[in-house]
């Protein structure tokens, strides 16, 4: 059992009504739960308590057996109030819980980025508290909670007790992964993703086709979080470029049909492709650029861009590699 409030009480000095009365709750281990109740009724006091940062009247509350006395590292809260530390950037304050629980640098700089870019405040990143917005601030609040580690494996089993073992979850394995993410992912068989784009910046990568050592992953030409296979080729450097003419045994003239014969052709278990690639239109296209706060997910595909040539070429290639 992983939580046992056991007959909590809270009676406030000077009070008259008590804000908790008799309270107890069982939460197992890798179970999600919601308290719901009115305004007033005592749902922040009693997360304040399991927090450890007020006291219950009577009762006591255990976590994995150990009494609750004190705030701790395996307890993570988002306040209604962003705390944020005023006196540090935003940066700074998505990786103070990390700098206290002892976090290597390089993993505090690789989360917090990662966090960051999630909740689109990555270009805010060395802004002051007072300099962001209401709204900001408790995104902040949320990369730094996030920051710190879950509940990893116990989570999913959960779920699959739930729901099954066919989970439809697809692993974001892209950046600097630690072995410990390597192994969670391998050990619930989620697959993982490699981005065609990525194979071709810079030496031998792990990204290219013939690198690709199990089918239990996606072959991406690239995300929404990318450019456009077109807009990638045109706007990327010239080393790269001729290693994917080379590569690809193309002249680049339809490079982002290129893309996607070389992404089915691949042994990734799934392949999937952006529709602006099979219109072959450039950066103009692009849904989303990370970590940037105007100007994304406005582009919109319209009835009538396809046609009767496009849904051939496609027939024929999906086909040819049996997919």
């Given at each position: 059992?992983?939580?046992?409030?056991?007959?909590?009480?809270?009676?406030?000095?000077?009070?008259?009504?008590?804000?908790?009365?008799?309270?107890?709750?069982?939460?197992?281990?890798?179970?999600?739960?919601?308290v719901?109740?009115?305004?007033?009724?005592?749902?922040?006091?009693?997360l304040?308590?399991?927090?450890?940062?007020?006291?219950?009247?009577?009762?006591?509350?255990?976590?994995?057996?150990?009494?609750?006395?004190?705030?701790?590292?395996?307890?993570?809260?988002?306040?209604?109030?962003?705390?944020?530390?005023?006196?540090?950037?935003?940066?700074?304050?998505?990786?103070?819980?990390?700098?206290?629980?002892?976090?290597?640098?390089?993993?505090?700089?690789?989360?917090?980025?990662?966090?960051?870019?999630?909740?689109?405040?990555?270009?805010?990143?060395?802004y002051?508290?007072?300099?962001?917005?209401?709204?900001?601030?408790?995104?902040?609040?949320?990369?730094?909670?996030?920051?710190?580690?879950g509940?990893?494996?116990?989570?999913?089993?959960?779920?699959?007790?739930?729901?099954?073992?066919?989970?439809?979850?697809?692993?974001?394995?892209?950046?600097?992964?630690?072995?410990?993410?390597?192994?969670?992912?391998?050990?619930?068989?989620?697959?993982?993703?490699?981005?065609?784009?990525?194979?071709?910046?810079?030496?031998?990568?792990?990204?290219?086709?013939?690198?690709?050592?199990?089918?239990?992953?996606?072959c991406?030409?690239?995300?929404?979080?990318?450019?456009?296979?077109?807009?990638?080729?045109?706007?990327?450097?010239?080393?790269?470029?001729?290693?994917?003419?080379?590569?690809?045994?193309?002249?680049?003239?339809?490079?982002?049909?290129?893309?996607?014969?070389?992404?089915?052709?691949?042994?990734?278990?799934?392949?999937?492709?952006?529709?602006?690639?099979?219109?072959?239109?450039?950066?103009?296209?692009?849904?989303?650029?990370?970590?940037?706060?105007?100007?994304?997910?406005?582009?919109?595909?319209?009835?009538?861009?396809?046609?009767?040539?496009m849904?051939?070429?496609?027939?024929?290639?999906?086909?040819?590699?049996?997919?």
């Amino acid at each position: 059992m992983a939580l046992e409030i056991k007959n909590v009480s809270r009676t406030f000095e000077g009070s008259m009504k008590e804000t908790l009365k008799d309270i107890s709750l069982s939460v197992e281990q890798g179970e999600f739960i919601c308290v719901v109740g009115p305004s007033g009724c005592g749902k922040s006091t009693l997360l304040n308590i399991i927090a450890g940062l007020d006291f219950p009247t009577d009762g006591e509350i255990f976590l994995d057996e150990k009494k609750i006395t004190a705030p701790g590292a395996d307890r993570v809260v988002m306040f209604q109030e962003h705390a944020l530390f005023p006196w540090l950037n935003v940066m700074e304050n998505v990786k103070f819980g990390m700098k206290m629980m002892g976090v290597p640098k390089e993993e505090q700089n690789r989360r917090a980025e990662h966090y960051l870019k999630m909740v689109q405040l990555w270009e805010f990143r060395e802004y002051s508290v007072h300099e962001i917005s209401g709204g900001m601030r408790q995104r902040t609040a949320l990369a730094r909670s996030l920051c710190l580690d879950g509940p990893g494996e116990d989570l999913f089993r959960a779920i699959q007790a739930e729901l099954g073992d066919n989970l439809p979850i697809f692993a974001e394995d892209l950046g600097l992964i630690t072995p410990e993410v390597e192994h969670l992912r391998d050990t619930l068989g989620f697959p993982g993703m490699r981005i065609l784009q990525f194979a071709f910046e810079g030496g031998e990568s792990t990204f290219l086709p013939h690198q690709l050592n199990t089918r239990n992953c996606i072959c991406y030409t690239g995300t929404h979080d990318n450019d456009t296979s077109t807009g990638w080729y045109q706007n990327t450097s010239e080393y790269s470029r001729d290693k994917v003419r080379r590569y690809m045994n193309t002249d680049g003239s339809s490079i982002s049909w290129d893309f996607i014969r070389i992404c089915l052709g691949t042994i990734a278990r799934y392949a999937i492709f952006p529709i602006q690639d099979v219109l072959k239109l450039g950066s103009e296209a692009r849904m989303n650029t990370p970590g940037v706060a105007l100007g994304n997910w406005e582009w919109r595909f319209r009835s009538g861009d396809l046609n009767t040539g496009m849904a051939s070429g496609l027939r024929q290639m999906t086909e040819l590699f049996g997919r």
